[in-house]
């Protein structure tokens, strides 16, 4: 099976029970490293000043697992993990960006841009296609989400 098809089974595999329990599902990935594959189920809560921890992992890791073990979808071995997608998650999609405004970011370019490839600060907004960055000099950097090599969640102390 195609590595989207495998993660599209595990979304609808798993979006009653998240619903459910209080979890939404950050971003799911079927990947091979070395000879081995992975399943990798990247889950958060609903509340977004909750987090997750590992007995909330363990719950969705047995339902997920024994839903696999049912459908038996995937022909090879693999390694399911599940887990948070951390404090400095990646930004992956459209509505990671719309939930973290306000928050402070990091992001890479593709190419640089002004003479940097690295921009930093606050998530200002969301556009269409185009984000909206003040890094810390009070600077608006206008952004087109093709442009963005990675994104993640900014960890500040």
Not at 30 to 56: A, C, H, S
Not at 97 to 112: A, D, F, N, S
Request: net charge negative.
């Amino acid at each position: 099976m195609a590595k989207k098809k495998i993660t599209e089974i595990v979304e609808e595999m798993l979006e009653d029970f998240l619903r459910q329990e209080g979890y939404e599902l950050y971003n799911a990935e079927f990947v091979k490293e070395g000879r081995d594959w992975f399943l990798r189920v990247y889950i958060d809560k609903t509340v977004t000043d909750e987090y997750v921890g590992t007995e909330d992992c363990e719950k969705v890791s047995r339902f997920l697992s024994e839903k696999l073990d049912e459908e038996d979808p995937i022909e090879q071995n693999y390694y399911l993990e599940v887990s948070s997608p951390g404090m400095d998650r990646p930004l992956l999609k459209r509505s990671h960006y719309e939930r973290y405004i306000g928050r402070e970011v990091e992001i890479r370019l593709y190419k640089g841009k002004d003479g940097t490839k690295n921009i930093q600060g606050v998530l200002k907004d969301i556009t269409g296609d185009d984000i909206t960055v003040e890094d810390h000099d009070g600077r608006e950097w206008k952004l087109q989400l093709s442009e963005i090599a990675k994104a993640k969640l900014a960890v500040i102390f």
